[in-house]
């Protein structure tokens, strides 16, 4: 399948001009019963896919699977993942640190029946504080809970706004099955 890229890059920035990158690597895992795993921290007060930032020397397929194993207890061994959707955003002088950022994130499908499991999850100490859990949402609701999530969230929150964009492209392309 191809991909879908979007491009936010207000100041014109070169590749030259980065000095540093952030990847992350998220799972939009849907079941056969058209629900997708979202997980939701109190801390942050908005839902999210499952996933996260890439270490040092790991592929995007490897961040994924560790990021949904910490995160959801699921294990993505033979499963069906493609890539559907990134966004990458350049920073000019990122948070006044006077370095130029490419952050990249990578969306994909996550097509399984396997559930999360609470006894795998291997959350660090920011989420068990922040009261972390998963939940499984209808393909039908999460456009309006996305939306609602966004009016209550603590802080202007781009990773909201991502997620209804790369929502909104899952179902043109795939009418919401």
């Excluded at 000095?19 to 942050?44: D, H, M, P, V």
């Excluded at 999210?48 to 699977?65: A, I, R, S, V, Y």
Aim: with cysteine; aromatic share 10%; net charge negative.
């Amino acid at each position: 399948m191809k991909f879908i890229e979007k491009i936010y890059n207000p100041d014109n920035l070169i590749d030259d001009d980065i000095t540093e990158t952030t990847t992350r690597a998220r799972g939009i895992i849907i079941n056969s019963q058209a629900e997708i795993l979202l997980c939701y921290s109190n801390g942050l007060s908005h839902y999210e896919f499952p996933g996260g930032h890439l270490e040092e020397n790991e592929t995007l397929l490897d961040g994924l699977k560790r990021e949904v194993l910490e995160e959801t207890g699921i294990e993505l061994e033979n499963i069906d993942i493609s890539l559907f959707y990134v966004i990458k955003y350049y920073c000019k002088n990122y948070c006044g640190t006077k370095k130029n950022r490419l952050v990249e994130i990578y969306y994909f499908i996550v097509r399984t029946d396997q559930h999360y499991n609470l006894d795998n999850l291997r959350l660090d100490q920011q989420e068990l504080n922040e009261e972390y859990e998963c939940v499984y949402i209808p393909t039908e609701k999460l456009k309006d809970i996305l939306l609602e999530n966004k009016k209550t969230t603590k802080e202007n929150n781009t990773a909201l706004d991502d997620m209804l964009l790369v929502w909104d492209e899952y179902l043109r392309k795939f009418n919401g099955e």
